[in-house]
């Protein structure tokens, strides 16, 4: 079946507006992760979901970020007033379940100019 | 926090040698997963351990998890341009109420015909 898939692949924003990062995880699978991967640098957790629920954001670096799950499917990363700071590959990742390999999406580039 | 570091950061051979890169953390590990991203790739699985001690073998590509659960190894026999990309390991610890998948720093393979 299809992969993790990602909107958009890239994301060019001025510093100080509101964006959203959708993902779409592999049918089926229950545990939904994001990740913030800056040039040179691993993969850097911010959230994970089981279903619907975040059940592990103590990777969000502060208040600016939020995502969301609503149907235990598609996930939506917010981020609020951004920063040239927040400039990275925004990564999302599913799996069967806690645990298990993960599967990742081609990643979203996001600039903040 | 908790960290996953690896080295070498970089290695350069020439086709046909080998090539191992090494993964410690600090934290003791549920399991511990390797990932391959190539150049302008996302991360892609390779594998995962589970067992103190355990050793796998795909192919010329050999992991072995430490008797400690806090160390790992990815060693690649008589390398392959096609070897070429950043290895990652991943440990996952245990967070309280979920696991969580801990990325290392990664080692950049660089593979000259």
């Known amino acids: 079946g299809a992969g993790v898939s990602q909107t958009p692949s890239n994301k060019v924003t001025e510093k100080g507006k509101y964006v959203e990062l959708r993902c779409d995880p592999i049918?089926?699978?229950?545990?939904l992760y994001w990740y913030r991967q800056s040039l040179g640098q691993g993969p850097e957790f911010l959230i994970y979901?089981?279903?619907?629920?975040?059940?592990?954001d103590s990777g969000l670096p502060n208040d600016r970020f939020f995502a969301v799950r609503p149907e235990g499917s598609v996930s939506t990363l917010k981020i609020q007033r951004t920063e040239r700071g927040d400039s990275a590959v925004y990564l999302c990742?599913?799996?069967?379940?806690?645990?298990?390999?993960?599967?990742f999406g081609p990643g979203t580039r996001l600039t903040v100019t | 926090g908790q960290q996953v570091m690896q080295i070498p950061q970089y290695q350069h051979v020439q086709e046909g040698e080998d090539f191992t890169t090494y993964c410690n953390s600090s934290?003791?590990?549920?399991?511990i997963q390797w990932y391959k991203q190539r150049p302008g790739g996302h991360p892609v699985f390779l594998i995962q351990?589970?067992?103190?001690?355990e050793v796998k073998k795909q192919k010329r590509l050999t992991f072995q998890f430490g008797e400690a659960k806090k160390n790992s190894s990815l060693h690649i026999t008589a390398t392959q341009t096609t070897d070429v990309g950043t290895y990652f390991c991943?440990?996952?610890?245990?967070?309280?109420?979920?696991?969580?998948?801990?990325f290392g720093t990664g080692t950049l393979l660089a593979v000259q015909p």
């Open positions: 990742a599913s799996s069967l379940r806690e645990g298990l390999e993960q599967y």
């Open positions: 049918s089926g699978h229950t545990a």
């Open positions: 979901f089981q279903g619907t629920g975040a059940a592990d």
């Open positions: 934290t003791t590990l549920s399991n």
């Open positions: 351990l589970v067992k103190s001690g």
């Open positions: 991943a440990g996952l610890i245990y967070g309280g109420a979920t696991n969580k998948l801990i």
